[in-house]
């Protein structure tokens, strides 16, 4: 099992920028790939990123490639999501995943293992 727990979330103007971070715990850390997604009131849940068990892998979806950055520090147990430049279409509520997949080269949120419980992001205009 693997407890994951969201924060960072909150209320921004576009343009700004927050930073979530995920913090995981139970079993080792360092093999799981993560990912974060979204869910805005009325959609489904979307891709946002990816980032590999090793840090060496990340994928974004188009939406917001060059705007948000995944990392992660296997020796913290933690994944961040930096995001900058944010729009109001960037409002969701974000959650961790994990997936334990040596193999994979991004996830979907069929093939996520484990879930956070979700943080608001909130952009104003």
């Known amino acids: 099992q693997v407890q994951l727990v969201e924060s960072g979330g909150g209320l921004v103007q576009a343009g700004g920028s927050l930073r979530l971070s995920c913090a995981a715990s139970?079993?080792?850390?360092?093999?799981?790939?993560m990912g974060w997604f979204r869910q805005a009131p009325g959609k489904e849940r979307e891709f946002v990123t990816f980032i590999s068990w090793s840090g060496d892998l990340t994928r974004y979806a188009d939406s917001v490639k060059g705007r948000f950055t995944i990392s992660r520090d296997n020796a913290k147990s933690t994944v961040h999501l930096q995001m900058n430049s944010l729009k109001r279409e960037d409002t969701a509520v974000y959650y961790c995943?994990?997936?334990?997949?040596?193999?994979?080269?991004?996830?979907?949120?069929?093939?996520?293992?484990?879930w956070g419980q979700g943080t608001q992001v909130t952009v104003s205009s």
């Open positions: 995943a994990a997936e334990d997949n040596a193999w994979g080269a991004t996830m979907t949120a069929a093939q996520a293992d484990y």
């Open positions: 139970g079993r080792t850390f360092s093999r799981y790939n």
